[in-house]
């Protein structure tokens, strides 16, 4: 996997499928957050504190932004997390 910064995006290729993906300021924060140490329920929190919108609605988002990228191996879940 490979990921560039462009403007107000981040492009994510991945190496085995050739497909891009890109990520708005929203998702760019959350790639950001994925390091490894943090829940999606401590990635929600930080993300629903930095951004007006419910807890509830980010936790959503969060997760199914997170479900797409483990579907294209971009991220790993870490099935001991939430």
Request: with cysteine; aromatic share 4%.
């Amino acid at each position: 996997m490979l990921a560039q910064r462009a403007a107000e995006s981040l492009m994510l290729l991945n190496t085995q499928s050739g497909e891009y993906y890109t990520l708005d300021e929203v998702g760019i924060r959350v790639w950001e957050l994925c390091d490894g140490t943090r829940s999606v329920d401590d990635i929600a929190a930080v993300i629903s504190s930095e951004y007006e919108a419910s807890p509830e609605t980010i936790g959503a988002d969060v997760r199914v932004l997170l479900a797409d990228l483990a579907a294209e191996r971009l991220v790993v879940r870490d099935e001991a997390g939430s």
